[in-house]
């Protein structure tokens, strides 16, 4: 099958944000991913080959002197010598074991040093649903007259409404066709004329390149997860906010909370790193019991919540996202972060619900490892080792 995934750059920002962060802190950290599938899919036979072969592309997909160009511009917070990393990243297709069982679930590992082996997700991920949509006959059902329109639709629902918001489709889209249409119809439909709502951008470095607009993300669960096993899972979100803060210098100031459920994020948020950073962004949980949890942590710590940014990004769609839009009104700087809905609501498609998390970890070689596990504030998106999660959980409380 062709090569899906033909740019370096094809990848969401909070890869490389992370990426630089663990160069910084752990650069001899261990790892291993595990892809998860919350539907149980069964895949079609030979899934497992189709997508090894994905994998031994990759080998031959490096950053080019334009994409770099263009993220020393927009991504003024990463050194200069981290390109020069980039320059020389090679993807390692032996890190990745992909394997199908004879009811034809899917397992696959990704294992290795942490800052190499953070690069697969988005990959992977991409890989699995163009290829399911392919095999499915999706794409060959694929209107693009149709979808266009629709795009355009729901953009001009989008600005109209008040929203604002990016695209952070890449992980479960239904091609990359696809998505590259959904993000330029968003461009050219917000340059039409003045809304009241604003086209951010999108997390996908290369779209964002393309259409020269706004790349987005901060960063994800997994140096949270990380963490917990260095300085526990009370004091994992403070240390984390205190040394991606130390990284950035104050950029990239979009927290996100929930790796452990929003009790132990706001049981130490000290008014220092509140303070530091500009917002936080809500993953799980009841957008609204979640919003009135952090207006109100904010008013304790004496900090005006209206001068705060929070950036939804739960399974959203328009309608959902219109509710929250009035319900914050006043109160924060709202905005919305939206994959799926964008991405891969294509006329008679069903998208994937699948994931790639950090499961094991060890600070350098020569440490034991240790389970990673992430609990949220939704019960079905708690992810590890089952006895770990109910040890955690005891710890934390109702």
Not at 31 to 59: C, H, T
Not at 141 to 161: T, V
Not at 343 to 371: A, F, M, Q, Y
């Amino acid at each position: 099958m062709r090569q899906i995934i033909e740019h370096f750059t094809d990848n969401d920002l909070y890869t490389f944000t992370c990426q630089y962060y663990v160069m910084e802190n752990y650069p001899r950290a261990e790892v291993e991913y595990s892809f998860i599938d919350r539907n149980k899919s069964v895949y079609p036979e030979g899934f497992a080959a189709l997508l090894q072969e994905q994998v031994d592309y990759m080998a031959s997909v490096v950053i080019t002197d334009e994409e770099i160009d263009y993220m020393k511009k927009k991504c003024v917070f990463l050194p200069i010598w981290y390109f020069t990393f980039l320059k020389g990243y090679r993807f390692n297709p032996s890190e990745v074991d992909i394997r199908q069982d004879e009811e034809g679930h899917l397992s696959i590992t990704v294992k290795g040093k942490w800052f190499s082996t953070i690069m697969w997700e988005m990959p992977l991920l991409s890989c699995i649903s163009e290829l399911v949509h392919t095999l499915n006959g999706d794409i060959d059902r694929y209107d693009p007259e149709l979808e266009q329109a629709r795009a355009r639709e729901k953009s001009e629902r989008i600005f109209s409404a008040g929203l604002v918001l990016g695209d952070m489709g890449t992980r479960r889209r239904l091609s990359f066709a696809h998505q590259d249409m959904v993000v330029r119809t968003m461009t050219e439909v917000y340059a039409e004329r003045q809304w009241p709502g604003k086209f951010t951008g999108t997390s996908n470095v290369w779209l964002a390149k393309k259409y020269n607009i706004s790349c987005l993300g901060t960063m994800s669960h997994q140096i949270i997860s990380f963490e917990e096993n260095v300085s526990g899972v009370f004091e994992c979100n403070f240390n984390v906010m205190k040394k991606f803060s130390d990284v950035y210098d104050g950029d990239n100031g979009i927290y996100l909370y929930d790796c452990f459920g929003d009790k132990v994020f706001f049981g130490n948020l000290s008014k220092r790193m509140a303070m530091m950073y500009k917002g936080l962004r809500v993953d799980s949980g009841r957008e609204e019991e979640q919003l009135d949890m952090i207006v109100d942590k904010y008013r304790q710590l004496g900090i005006d919540p209206a001068s705060k940014q929070v950036v939804f990004s739960n399974g959203l769609n328009i309608e959902r996202a219109v509710e929250i839009h009035k319900y914050c009104a006043g109160k924060v700087q709202d905005s919305y972060g939206v994959g799926t809905f964008l991405t891969c609501d294509v006329t008679g498609c069903s998208p994937l619900n699948i994931v790639v998390k950090l499961t094991k970890c060890r600070i350098t070689e020569l440490r034991e490892w240790h389970d990673c596990v992430k609990l949220s504030c939704d019960k079905g998106k708690t992810l590890g080792n089952p006895e770990k999660c109910r040890f955690i959980q005891s710890q934390i409380g109702d």
